[in-house]
């Protein structure tokens, strides 16, 4: 819906600082917001927003399995 008004950088960095805020942890927004960035781009080659929930389950996946001790 932003891309349409705003254009697609403006709805990419908006949307990924949207997400990124969404984590809460100050720790991980940076991170977060180029993670953002990535899905924004694989959504935006693919169409879909299928890739993307496998791409963020896949790192949520990756985060737990490395943040257990």
């Not at 997400?19 to 781009?41: D, E, N, R, T």
């Amino acid at each position: 819906g932003l891309t349409t008004k705003f254009g697609v950088s403006v709805a990419l960095v908006s949307s990924s600082l949207i997400f990124s805020l969404s984590h809460i942890a100050v720790s991980v927004i940076i991170p977060v917001f180029i993670s953002g960035i990535l899905l924004g781009i694989l959504y935006i080659k693919t169409r879909s927003i299928w890739p993307c929930l496998a791409a963020h389950g896949a790192q949520n996946i990756l985060a737990l399995t490395f943040s257990v001790p």
